[in-house]
């Protein structure tokens, strides 16, 4: 493994600095994730309000968590965050930089964050603590970072997209026995089942799922949720399945699915399909040109199968990166 100084770790350019973000500077970080997506994978793949969501995500604090780095004319050209909603055992590094310029930031903030999950995790009861990291390929220059840190590959996610050109604006009727029908976005009680379905899914998964309460602040710190675009799946009037929304994609003509979870006893039925292409179908009803989501290329449930089944390709790949930090208190 490659041998790094600790002032190529930390030390910033002469007259570069770094501050913690604050929510105004949401439209700035926004510029610099697109520039960073641009370089990366040949596309914009953020919107603002998943900038601001990211910068308000449970369990982040941006006056004790993040950083921003700043260029001697005061640009933001890079910036770096946690992810854990949940409080658990595992961590997301996040860091972004201006494509060239934003270089001389990258270890820096990585040495920052990095420093900061050893507090989170005295913080939040877990030694070790576990900490990924992504990057596409050609980040050749983050790679070799996250390598230097101790990061080491563990596997692959996808970021996938289809055309809704031509989908149907009614969805095909779902499986015999089966109803799909939209969440009722006042109803405690709906809410409730949508999460427990996901969380329950999500657990024979990789995916650490948040609790009812942090879930719950997630949805409330976004800017707008459309519940029309949100959907369960019942079997004798039990909810098996769910699809969670996101508004995030509505400036890019993009429906997202946030989120589809159906349980083990329900599986291999159709019954995610039918979730989806309900979901389609309302995408494409309110003239959204494309529809996207995220996965795990080494799900166990296998969902990439269903996605391709569906019609869904990859806009690009990411592969994932894991490290451990012990913990220390401040």
């Not at 910068?55 to 260029?71: G, K, Q, V």
């Not at 001389?104 to 939040?124: G, I, N, Q, S």
């Not at 149907?168 to 089942?193: F, M, Q, S």
Request: aromatic share 8%; hydrophobic share 45%; charged share 25%.
């Amino acid at each position: 493994m490659r041998a790094m100084t600790a002032a190529a770790t930390t030390a910033l350019p002469e007259g570069w600095t770094t501050r913690r973000p604050k929510l105004d500077d949401a439209e700035e970080i926004l510029a610099l994730v697109h520039a960073s997506d641009i370089a990366a994978f040949g596309e914009p793949d953020c919107t603002l309000d998943e900038v601001r969501e990211m910068l308000t995500e449970p369990n982040t604090d941006m006056s004790r968590d993040c950083w921003i780095a700043l260029d001697p004319a005061g640009k933001i050209i890079g910036w770096a965050y946690p992810r854990n909603a949940n409080r658990g055992d595992r961590d997301f590094a996040d860091v972004y930089i201006w494509p060239e310029h934003g270089r001389p930031a990258l270890r820096p903030l990585l040495a920052l964050l990095m420093d900061r999950m050893a507090e989170r995790a005295a913080e939040f009861g877990h030694d070790p603590y576990e900490v990924r990291a992504g990057a596409i390929a050609s980040e050749g220059e983050l790679v070799a970072a996250l390598e230097d840190a101790g990061f080491a590959f563990l596997k692959q996610h996808a970021r996938l997209q289809m055309s809704l050109a031509g989908v149907p604006l009614t969805a095909p009727a779902p499986p015999a026995g089966v109803t799909v029908r939209e969440v009722r976005g006042d109803d405690e009680g709906d809410l409730r089942a949508v999460h427990s379905v996901i969380f329950r899914a999500f657990a024979d998964t990789d995916h650490l799922g948040a609790d009812y309460e942090a879930w719950r602040t997630q949805i409330g710190n976004e800017s707008s949720i459309s519940f029309d675009e949100w959907f369960v799946a019942e079997v004798d009037g039990r909810v098996v399945g769910a699809l969670q929304s996101s508004d995030a994609g509505v400036d890019d003509n993009e429906g997202w699915v946030k989120r589809l979870g159906v349980l083990r006893a329900y599986r291999k039925r159709g019954v995610g399909e039918a979730l989806l292409r309900r979901a389609f179908a309302v995408y494409a009803a309110k003239g959204r040109a494309k529809v996207g989501l995220g996965v795990d290329m080494e799900n166990p449930t296998q969902a990439i199968r269903l996605y391709y089944a569906v019609g869904m390709t990859p806009l690009y790949q990411a592969d994932v990166y894991r490290t451990y930090v012990t913990a220390r208190a401040r």
